[in-house]
T-cell receptor, first 112, second 113 residues
Framework: KAGVTQTPRYLIKTRGQQVTLSCSPI?????VSWYQQTPGQGLQFLFE???????NKGNFPGRFSGRQFSNSRSEMNVSTLELGDSALYLC???????????FGPGTRLTVL | SQQGEEDPQALSIQEGENATMNCSYK?????LQWYRQNSGRGLVHLIL?????REKHSGRLRVTLDTSKKSSSLLITASRAADTASYFC?????????????FGGGTRVLVKP
């Protein structure tokens, strides 16, 4: 099976702009989670989607939002970008039967 | 806040030596997982140990879990240069709203040839 794919891999934006990141999970995986990784804060959970419903949400402002489509593909959106949003954004999918997360390569977002 | 805290933050060893890293957490968990991350890339799942298990092996990896001390350790035996990476523990808690996986700060391991 193909692994988790994320697009784009790299992105440069300026403050105030918005950005949409995309994640395609492994075929058959219905759960998709998003994480933000920064040198200062480490890996932080953003949200999890399952069957198009958000099941869990981390402690991030409302500028961070996401959605999941019927084919399990997911997008996350960050509006009104701030310098502190510069990070590696990781998407992970998992099958219903296990807690093991399968991670994509990440999207490196730089906010100038 | 992070559920898991890892120790040490960084580790430098020679090829062939063993590497041990520890993870402590704060609340009751359903399972604990270890992941590896090569520089700037996605995480790779290494091993999962359930709360009712005390030790688990996978190849050169050995994981222990002590729920009374809320701690876990990961041992990599006979390390290789390719083991150079960051290692993260992640605790899984089952919530009514769905599973929640919380990662520790990671241990950076450098294996010198």
């Amino acid at each position: 099976k193909a692994g988790v794919t994320q697009t784009p891999r790299y992105l440069i934006k300026t403050r105030g702009q918005q950005v949409t990141l995309s994640c395609s999970p492994i075929s058959g995986h219905r759960s998709v989670s998003w994480y933000q990784q920064t040198p200062g804060q480490g890996l932080q959970f953003l949200f999890e989607y399952f069957s198009e419903t958000q099941r869990n949400k981390g402690n991030f402002p409302g500028r961070f939002s996401g959605r999941q489509f019927s084919n399990s593909r997911s997008e996350m959106n960050v509006s009104t970008l701030e310098l502190g949003d510069s990070a590696l954004y990781l998407c992970a999918s998992r099958p219903v039967s296990t807690d093991t997360q399968y991670f994509g390569p990440g999207t490196r977002l730089t906010v100038l | 806040s992070q559920q898991g805290e890892e120790d040490p933050q960084a580790l430098s060893i020679q090829e062939g030596e063993n590497a041990t890293m520890n993870c402590s957490y704060k609340t009751s968990i359903n399972n604990l997982q270890w992941y590896r991350q090569n520089s700037g890339r996605g995480l790779v799942h290494l091993i999962l140990i359930r709360s009712n298990e005390r030790e688990k092996h996978s190849g050169r990896l050995r994981v222990t879990l002590d729920t009374s001390k809320k701690s876990s350790s990961l041992l990599i035996t006979a390390s290789r240069a390719a083991d150079t990476a960051s290692y993260f523990c992640a605790t899984a808690v089952f919530l009514a709203a769905g599973n929640k996986l919380t990662f520790g700060g990671g241990t950076r391991v450098l294996v010198k040839p």
